[in-house]
């Protein structure tokens, strides 16, 4: 295994070797922790400088959308700070100790030098539409107030502590139009992302802890409208001894602790925010011979995310020239022979694009949702050939792709980080993309004018996956009020709105869709939990030798649970329209996948059987052996015609 073959060798690197070859630091941010009381910030004014739309805004396929289902592109940027500035070694308090010689001192950079209406005004310019606002566990808890200096520029904001200031930003961007996704960038208030404390959600807390901070942020802001999204945590890594992973069950587990915040976000704080949740930013050591990676998003093809809301799921990336598909981004310790994405032609850039996380944007997928790129960038100062041809190669994949995307970093100290789309001086004059003589202008302006999918967006149909791998995944709210109906088994339930349609013969796998007819279930929370074959009709064994679970007349399934491979029981609820009194077809996959040729959903159990009836068909019963040396997992499935 990769993880303990990286283990032996990091027990023989020195701990400043290690963190030198682990990873070159991108430019991205840090975060802290500790606890103050809950409280909703004002609600946004609903002028808007940035165009009209009507938040919340949700999903449908590919792109996301406002209420009134209007496409919205996030057109934004990325305004750090809060996260963190320091780097870790010497003084907090000198400015050199931290990244790009910026004292951010725990709150958005530039308040001490350009008045927020100011800064707003120059944001519009730009012609973004949102921000991406990072902030550190840390930040929330801090009690002492910020410091005179950190907002000379804007002395109504004097006695804060940081949280009180990013809540004074969040209003005043938010009353000014933008669209605010809040940002989980750190734990502690540092700089990232290399071996800094900040690899992982649970790097010096618990799961737990960080999801109750993201339930309390997200009820900070649950009045404010535009505050339309929780960007769960920034470049999950690996740390010294260990990577995280996409599905393991463990306590590494990224793809299992974004599910567990991101239903709590939804059912605990605030139901109309988007989730974001970002690829897996690194694995194994960057040595050449040793294993190691970006993954990216390249897991959520075999293993997607469904959340209680099946229309707030937005995937993101990151992507920066001088990391690459395989290489950190080091240079010197730590460097590999791996190409960089600057390194790329255009071509293999564009495929590596595709292959790392905009597959997720094909339409008809268990995993398709949007893709936003919210961390990209370059220098103004840059003047290598390879860096500025990427970034020209990478604007032009966004512009034709009709991609979301934020940029990194938006404010920064003129002198200090060319990075910034904006840089103030001092005495808050402005410098950046918006003067003449900024190479990057040409790439940025095709970028924010390119042509896009542009008003309303029709509803197309939804596939989502259910993985009981390691646990429940019950994903309607309609059943978890009710409690639990198969305690001790491992349970999967579609989220409101969609029906099963497929199950896998082993693994634990489902597939949920509304094709065809939508939503199917009768109002109300009457359901029913079958066991037995008390429902099969005389005469109607669609399944010899098999046992049987079936749906009372009328009702469908809408989930299963297992108890480790055998089927357990079946979860039925009323259907809204008559029965077609059609009689249905079984369905065998026990030996062979048996799926629709349209290869609808995709494939929601890599390596199983499955099977899965028809997009007019839904599921009426499970079969499954009960023989001794059997597989007792599903082996049929009844699929009868929707009701009419």
């Known amino acids: 295994m990769p993880i303990v073959r990286s283990f032996r060798i990091v027990t023989y690197l020195t701990a400043p070797l290690l963190v030198l070859a682990l990873f070159g630091a991108a430019p991205a941010t840090a975060g802290p922790q500790s606890a103050q009381s809950a409280q909703s910030a004002a609600p946004a004014p609903a002028a808007s400088a940035t165009g009209a739309w009507q938040p919340p805004l949700s999903t449908r396929g590919r792109y996301i959308v406002d209420a009134a289902g209007n496409r919205f592109r996030l057109k934004a940027a990325n ?14 308090t000198d400015p050199a100790n931290h990244h790009a010689g910026q004292d951010s001192y725990g709150i958005p950079l530039g308040l001490d030098r350009a008045p927020l209406a100011q800064l707003l005004s120059d944001f519009q310019a730009l012609g973004i539409n949102s921000i991406r606002l990072p902030f550190s566990n840390e930040m929330i808890h801090a009690t002492t107030p910020v410091p005179d200096a950190a907002v000379t ?4 904001l004097r006695g804060k502590t940081p949280l009180e200031v990013y809540d004074a930003v969040v209003t005043a961007l938010t009353g000014a139009g933008f669209a605010v996704i809040l940002n989980n960038h750190t734990n502690t208030s540092r700089w990232c992302c290399g071996v800094d404390g900040n690899e992982r959600w649970n790097s010096g807390q618990s799961t737990q802890q960080w999801a109750d901070d993201w339930v309390f942020m997200a009820r900070r802001y649950a009045a404010n409208s535009r505050v339309v999204g929780a960007d769960l945590y920034n470049e999950v890594r690996r740390d010294v001894l260990d990577d995280p992973n996409w599905g393991l069950g463990d306590g590494h587990d990224w793809y299992a602790a974004a ?7 939804l059912t605990e704080a605030n139901p109309n925010l988007l989730i974001v949740i970002e690829g897996i930013n690194w694995t194994g050591l960057p040595v050449d011979g040793l294993p190691h990676g970006r993954p990216v998003l390249t897991p959520v093809r075999t293993l997607s995310n469904t959340l209680v809301d099946a229309h707030k799921l937005v995937y993101s990336a990151h992507f920066y020239g001088y990391t690459g598909p395989r290489h950190s981004g080091a240079t010197g310790i730590g460097e590999t022979s791996d190409p960089r994405y600057q390194d790329l032609t255009r071509d293999e850039l564009y495929q590596a694009l595709a292959d790392e996380a905009f597959f997720v944007t094909t339409e008809g997928r268990h995993y398709t949702a949007p893709v936003w790129v919210s961390e990209f960038g370059i220098g103004a100062n840059e003047t290598g050939t390879a860096a500025r041809t990427w970034f020209g190669n990478i604007t ?3 512009a034709d792709h009709d991609t979301d995307f934020a940029y990194w970093p938006l404010v920064g100290w003129e002198g200090h980080d060319d990075w910034a ?6 005495a808050g004059h402005r410098s950046g993309i918006l003067d003449t003589g900024d190479w990057r202008a040409t790439a940025w302006d095709h970028l924010m004018t390119s042509p896009g999918l542009t008003g309303y967006v029709e509803p197309g149909t939804t596939w989502r996956m259910l993985a009981t791998d390691h646990g429940d995944q019950v994903e309607s709210l309609r059943v978890r009020a009710g409690g639990d109906w198969d305690s001790g088994a491992y349970k999967a339930v579609c989220p409101d709105g969609l029906r099963l349609i ?6 634990g796998r489902g597939l949920c869709t509304d094709a065809t007819a939508g939503d199917l279930r009768a109002p109300g929370d009457a359901r029913t939990v079958v066991t037995d074959e008390r429902y099969v009709p005389a005469g109607g064994d669609w399944a010899s030798g098999y046992t049987k679970l079936q749906c009372p007349a009328g009702q469908f399934v809408i ?3 297992r108890r480790g491979e055998r089927v357990s029981a079946a979860l039925c609820a009323p259907s809204a329209r008559a029965a077609s009194g059609i009689g249905g077809r079984t369905v065998w996959f026990d030996r062979s ?19 899965q009836c028809a997009a007019g068909e839904d599921i009426a019963g499970i079969a499954f052996t009960t023989r001794v040396g059997s597989a007792q997992g599903p082996a049929a499935v009844l699929c009868v015609p929707l009701p009419s």
Do not use: E, M, V
């Open 79 to 92: 305004w750090d700070g809060a996260q963190g500035s320091w780097t870790g070694s010497g003084s907090i």
């Open 153 to 156: 520029a804007n002395p109504q």
């Open 259 to 265: 599910q567990f915040a991101a239903d709590r976000i």
């Open 396 to 398: 032009d994949y966004f």
């Open 421 to 426: 789309l904006l840089r103030y001086d001092t």
């Open 502 to 507: 497929g199950l896998a013969h082993s693994g």
């Open 559 to 561: 989930g299963y649970s």
């Open 593 to 611: 996948d048996n799926r629709p040729a349209d290869g609808a959903g995709d494939d929601f159990a890599y390596g199983a059987y499955k099977g």
